[in-house]
């Protein structure tokens, strides 16, 4: 669970992205940190909902930038951005009616995979979009 840890193989090619990514890769690790503890089940669920709403803001400041970039994927990846809420408000359920209010370890593979293969495949793609733009600025009217 030490995984948990941004890296420069992380990079979209977008500040205000990226730090939007380590603040999230952040919650994943601190919400791992609070289930080794067993801290009360409301501190945990705090934590979870802060991590749910920061991924809604997220998503929506992607959707943004694939907006503005015309990035012709931008509906499938909507999909799964939205795939991904699901898992998390399935296992906000799961937390929910859970006596101890720890997570299941299912919720950090879920968190893993979502770090390997969607900010280090599906987001990469835009973001190499974006840095191709950058290179050759200004060609739009
Ligand atoms: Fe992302
Ligand atoms: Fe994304």
Not at 66 to 91: G, T, V
Not at 99 to 122: A, E, K, R
Request: aromatic letters at 12%.
């Amino acid at each position: 669970m030490e995984t948990f840890t941004w890296g420069p193989h992380f990079d979209v090619g977008d500040d205000k992205i990226n730090r939007e990514h380590q603040k999230l890769i952040a919650m994943m690790r601190n919400l791992a940190q609070l289930c080794k503890k067993s801290v009360p089940k409301q501190q945990v669920l705090f934590a979870y909902d802060a991590l749910i709403q920061f991924t809604e803001e997220h998503f929506a400041d992607e959707e943004e930038l694939m907006a503005e970039l015309n990035y012709p994927d931008l509906e499938n990846h909507k999909k799964i951005h939205q795939q991904l809420l699901d898992n998390l408000y399935k296992y906000r359920e799961e937390l929910v009616v859970s006596v101890y209010g720890v997570l299941p370890s299912s919720v950090f593979d879920f968190f893993q995979n979502w770090l390997m293969t969607h900010i280090l495949i599906v987001d990469q793609k835009y973001g190499a979009v974006l840095k191709e733009k950058k290179k050759t600025p200004s060609k739009e009217n």
